[in-house]
């Protein structure tokens, strides 16, 4: 009993972050129909933030701090350099567009900083660990499950209580319609990069100090996952790309824990088999996306 | 996507397309040569080519190998990519080249030999350390300490210090991930070693909870865990494993021999890694660093530069040796050195299957980011296990 | 207040609308009536900044408004009630407002705007905390009509407010246009249903195939047979 419960504390460490992750695509896709390839680099820029920030002997908050200002900046930067000029392109002209970026910055971060990860050290305090009855936890997980559930409950209040946040709801739902109320368009699309930059901000504090270093394709796997999770949650559905995310991080984690080694080589498509699974049927994914299409 | 992409590699290409040696009396050695400039291979690849290349110029300034053949350069970027790497080495072979040195991974050398090797022409790997590589044929030669080596120097340090029980963790992923461990078991247990557990990962995977939390639920409790995990899957391996409070000693393979494992901190202070040299002050070794540094201003943080210069060592002694350049005579003398003085170790081929025999260092990573020199010791070819 | 003249509109490869003037005098109201597919909706878009104009000029108080963004056109004083009406549906009655109300330069404004709607239309101030997409037809179409004018325009678009309504509820959409018309709110109104229009109307213009086939006052066209042919053309 131990070992499951020790294994669900894994699974929603691991499943919180494809869960920001995942919510930072769909917030982008739910307003400008974009399936940002590049989210992935939006949070490698969050880990070299944090690497910086430790090269420069930064304390932790300044640290964590560095992390998310360079994810999000990364975002907003990559929004009105190159996808406001394509606003109102197809879904596809958009995603090729964002393939583009990422190839670029991968490119960018091997030449400009390294192809090797670079290390990133914490105080060893934070690689602790603690016990609860029978069973321990680590601090750095912890501190992920607590800063997740904070982060999707932030972003909750956000978008229900805040203009700004109605407004991308709305904009989610009919954008044309939100735009023939008077409300600016690059705002309400720029805070949603911002917004997506800022979870992947989070999820890179959170990755680097789990796995100890930044490279330049830290961020391609995980959101590859996130990808993944939104999908199955039902693309351009927030709640869904929650659900989705933990989803994927559980089937992750469950599928190494209690499926036998021999069948170790097969997890992806394990995760991916039971994606389909659910997809099959329901085809709009866990929670289907409100959307009303006009064209 | 793609004419970017093109346009990078091309970029690539021509950065690292040596200027035209000017020596046109003298005979000339063309060499093939892969560096992977972007993807999985870059941090081996590109230290190893810096490495190469320096003393490949310093030979052909020397008057070239053997005094007599100025070497020219062939440089094509793989992109870490299987079908690119085939392509490459296609155009190589197409182009002339009289010897080939791929990328320094088991896995592209196997399929760039499969191309080489029905053509008659030497290749090397750059740092691949599975010996299962030269078995694409005769002409397919390893550099590095071969995995079996390693492995086989770190168990019987294992079992000299006491460890009896160990938990391996390893990926299928690929020859060196899977086979490192492997050999090490398969030693550990002729030694009298009992192999407690084991778990497998994927490359990049992204969490290693669940295999941690594995180790930690086995009967009996090992006191030894061996991985030839490297980044940054090793990395977030021992960040969790220290995450969950385990101490058990964690002992790897020559990978982990970079600056970024040592710049973990507390998580790996004390663990023990393989590695094919240590630059011990006084050293060749210790004064390759140096000159290096000074003529480039760039400092070796790995073995991947000395092991690509001691790879020209190999291949001149071979032309030396061969008395010539042709590719059936240059592969005969190669096969049959003993003995090779090399830079950062020295080499014996003769009497293996092309995987030199080269002496393994063991070294102790600190908290504060040093190494400390352990032991060196070469494997017995009696324990050796086969590939 | 509004005049269009010459107005062009390309959909794709379809020719919408050919040289279509249309013009709105500041308290009044003007009907464009005409078939399914005669490019009502159409020209109300493109006025709305929606939809890309290849000729032609707007002008919105004797100002060029061609080819400006849709969010600034509304800015300037014009309101929009969609066809279809387009409401937020996952979102409450009171939320559709307040998106609506958040350009106001201040948040005691758009709150002042929001009680002053609920005070107006009693079936939202019930529904308030409801989603939208809950409401009926009718409540649907208050919502859309409060929200255009939770930014106070000067003028407002309005498109086939009466669609798909039962006949009780299309009276009370007509009441609302008549009592806003009296508080001096210019309107041009798309519509399929003719007399209610005709008697609202202050001015009619009727579109076949993209054109301006007649215009004129209503109190001229009411008894013309032109008015009548037009939708048959179709």
């Known amino acids: 009993m131990d070992y499951v419960i020790q294994q669900t504390v894994n699974a929603l460490s ?94 960018l971060f091997q030449n400009g900083i390294s192809a090797r990860p670079k290390p990133i050290q914490l105080p060893a305090a934070l690689s602790g660990s603690y016990e609860v009855g029978a069973i321990t936890v680590g601090v750095i997980p912890t501190i992920s499950i607590v800063t997740t559930l904070l982060a999707l409950l932030g972003l909750t209040l956000f978008l229900r209580r805040t203009e700004t946040g109605m407004a991308m709801r709305a904009a989610a739902e009919d954008f044309e319609m939100l735009r023939l109320l008077g409300v600016r368009a690059d705002r309400v699309v720029a805070a949603a990069f911002a917004l997506s930059g800022l979870l992947a901000g989070i999820a890179a504090v959170m990755w680097t100090a789990q796995r100890g270093s930044v490279d330049p394709l830290m961020g391609f796997f995980p959101v590859l ?48 088999s039971t994606v389909i699974a659910v997809l099959l049927v329901r085809p709009d994914g866990l929670v289907p996306a409100v959307k009303v299409d006009r064209s | 996507m793609r004419p970017v992409l093109t346009s990078l590699a091309l970029m690539a290409g021509t950065a690292f397309t040596p200027l035209a040696t000017p020596a046109a009396a003298q005979d000339t050695y063309k060499i093939g040569v892969m560096s992977a400039q972007s993807g999985y291979l870059t941090p081996y690849d590109q230290p190893s080519y810096a490495g190469f290349k320096y003393c490949i110029d310093k030979m052909n300034a020397a008057g070239g190998l053997a005094g007599q053949y100025q070497v020219e350069l062939d440089v094509r970027d793989t992109r870490s990519d299987m079908a690119e790497t085939v392509k490459v080495a296609q155009e190589m072979v197409d182009n002339g080249a009289q010897f080939i040195v791929s990328s320094a991974d088991a896995d592209p050398t ?141 002992m790897g393979g020559d990978v982990l021999d970079t600056p970024t494992v040592r710049g973990l901190g507390d998580v790996v202070d004390g663990t023990y890694h393989t590695s094919g040299g240590f630059p011990e002050e006084g050293s060749a070794y210790g004064d390759w660093v140096k000159e290096y540094t000074e003529a480039t201003g760039a400092e070796p943080d790995n073995n991947y530069y000395v092991n690509g210069c001691d790879i020209a060592h190999m291949i001149e002694d071979a032309v030396e040796a061969a008395g010539s350049t042709d590719p059936a005579a240059v592969r005969d003398a190669l096969a049959a050195i003993e003995d090779g003085e090399g830079i950062m170790s020295n080499f014996t081929f003769a009497g293996t299957d092309r995987m030199p025999l080269r002496p393994v260092v063991i070294a102790k990573i600190n908290a504060d980011g040093s190494k400390d020199f352990v032991m060196r010791g070469t494997a017995d070819p009696e324990k050796l296990p086969a590939p | 207040m509004l005049s269009v003249t010459g107005l062009d509109v390309h959909y794709g490869p379809v020719h919408a609308l050919k040289g279509v003037d249309i013009a709105v005098a500041p308290g ?15 020209a109300l878009m493109a006025i709305a900044g929606a939809r890309p104009v290849t000729r032609g000029a707007i002008r919105f108080d004797g100002r060029d408004i061609t080819g400006m963004r849709a969010e600034d056109i509304i800015r300037l ?12 549906a996952s979102l409450t009655v009171e939320e559709n407002l307040a998106v609506a109300g958040s350009l106001a330069a201040d948040k005691a404004v758009s709150a002042a705007r929001r009680a002053a709607m609920m005070e107006r239309f009693p079936i939202l101030a019930e529904r308030r905390t409801q989603r939208a997409g809950l409401l009926s037809g009718g409540e649907q179409q208050m919502l859309a009509i409060a929200r255009a004018l939770m930014a106070a325009p000067r003028l407002l678009l309005l498109d086939e407010p009466s669609l798909g ?19 001096g709110l210019a309107m041009l109104l798309v519509e399929q249903n003719v007399p209610l229009s005709l008697e609202i109307a202050d001015r009619v213009a009727v579109l076949a195939n993209g054109r301006v086939s007649v215009a004129g006052t209503a109190a001229e066209l009411g008894e013309s047979e032109a008015i009548r042919g037009a939708y048959m053309a179709a």
């Open chain 1, 14 to 107: 691991l499943g919180g972050i494809y869960a920001m992750l995942a919510l930072g695509l769909a917030i982008v896709f739910s307003i400008v129909r974009l399936i940002n390839f590049a989210h992935g680099e939006i949070m490698t820029v969050g880990g070299y933030g944090v690497f910086a920030a430790t090269v420069f002997g930064l304390p932790i908050p300044l640290a964590v701090a560095s992390g998310v200002f360079a994810a999000v900046f990364a975002a907003v930067a990559m929004e009105r350099v190159a996808f406001r000029a394509m606003r109102g392109a197809s879904v596809v002209s958009l995603l090729i567009t964002s393939f583009a970026i990422s190839e670029i910055l991968k490119v």
């Open chain 1, 225 to 272: 996952k996130a990808f993944i999770a939104t999908v199955l949650g039902g693309l351009g559905s927030l709640s869904g790309a929650i659900l989705g995310g933990f989803f994927v991080g559980a089937v992750e984690v469950f599928s190494q824990a209690f499926l036998p080694d021999s069948l170790s080589p097969y997890r992806d498509a394990i995760v991916l």
């Open chain 2, 110 to 250: 196997i399929a760039a030999g499969q191309i080489t090797q029905p053509e008659g022409i030497p290749t090397m790997t750059f740092a691949g350390t599975a010996p299962v590589l030269t078995q694409v044929g005769d002409y397919i030669f390893g550099s590095y300490p071969a995995d079996n080596q390693q492995a086989t120097v770190l168990a019987d340090f294992a079992t000299e210090q006491g460890f009896e029980k160990v938990y391996i963790v390893k990926s299928p992923d690929s020859a060196y991930t899977m086979g490192g461990p492997e050999y090490f078991a398969t030693v550990f247990q002729a030694n009298g070693g009992e192999v407690v557990g084991e778990s497998l990962y994927s490359l990049n995977q992204p969490d290693f909870s669940a295999i941690v939390t594995n180790i930690k639920a086995t009967e009996p409790a090992p006191d030894l865990i061996v991985t030839w995990a490297w980044e940054p899957d090793f990395p977030a391996f021992i960040k969790a494993l220290r995450g969950a409070g385990l101490t058990t000693q964690v």
């Open chain 3, 28 to 42: 009044s109201v003007t009907a464009l009536l005409g078939a399914n597919g005669a490019g009502k909706t159409t």
């Open chain 3, 77 to 88: 004083g014009i309101g929009v009630v969609p066809e279809g009406r387009r409401v937020f």
């Open chain 3, 165 to 183: 309504l039962a006949p009780l509820m299309v009276d009370r959409v007509f009441d609302l246009i008549a009592e806003l018309k009296a508080e």
